[in-house]
């Protein structure tokens, strides 16, 4: 008798898990139908080699390519001399949008930096970069 109960047991815990698995996925696959997805035209925009005190605003262009909207909360430099700035409003399926990044020229020598963007579009933050050199 002490069996049965246990196998009755273990297989309605099994049964239990898998239906919660079940749940997890078709959540997680409605989720993705209706999520935005933010795709960039380069993830990566070259200065080449630029005089000191010359423009350092470059734009990262990107369009929604999801179908919600997008919503840009974060971007951050870790350097104070890389200066993003986001899109204030939500970006709409099929739109577009840019972030634009300031970069100090003052500072000669090589540019190499990453901008770390946050979205609703992603758990992870998406890493833009910079790179080029500055020279007198």
């Given at each position: 008798m002490k069996k049965l109960t246990i196998l009755l047991f273990a297989?309605?815990?099994?049964?239990t898990a898998y239906a919660q698995d079940s749940e997890e996925v078709k959540s997680e696959t409605v989720a993705q139908e209706t999520s935005p997805k933010?795709?960039?035209?380069?993830?990566?925009?070259?200065?080449?080699?630029?005089?000191k005190g010359a423009d350092g605003v470059r734009q990262f262009e990107f369009t929604n390519t999801g179908n919600d909207v997008l919503i840009i909360s974060r971007v951050y430099s870790t350097c104070g001399c890389t200066v993003p700035k986001k899109?204030?409003?939500?970006?709409?399926?099929?739109?577009?949008?840019?972030?634009?990044?300031?970069?100090?020229?003052?500072?000669?020598?090589p540019i190499r930096k990453t901008i770390s963007v946050?979205?609703?579009?992603?758990?992870?933050?998406?890493?833009?970069?910079?790179?080029g050199t500055i020279v007198e």
């Amino acid at each position: 008798m002490k069996k049965l109960t246990i196998l009755l047991f273990a297989s309605l815990l099994g049964f239990t898990a898998y239906a919660q698995d079940s749940e997890e996925v078709k959540s997680e696959t409605v989720a993705q139908e209706t999520s935005p997805k933010i795709e960039f035209k380069t993830e990566e925009i070259d200065y080449g080699t630029i005089k000191k005190g010359a423009d350092g605003v470059r734009q990262f262009e990107f369009t929604n390519t999801g179908n919600d909207v997008l919503i840009i909360s974060r971007v951050y430099s870790t350097c104070g001399c890389t200066v993003p700035k986001k899109p204030e409003a939500p970006i709409a399926p099929g739109e577009s949008g840019v972030i634009e990044v300031k970069y100090d020229t003052k500072r000669v020598g090589p540019i190499r930096k990453t901008i770390s963007v946050y979205s609703n579009a992603g758990k992870e933050p998406l890493p833009l970069k910079i790179k080029g050199t500055i020279v007198e």
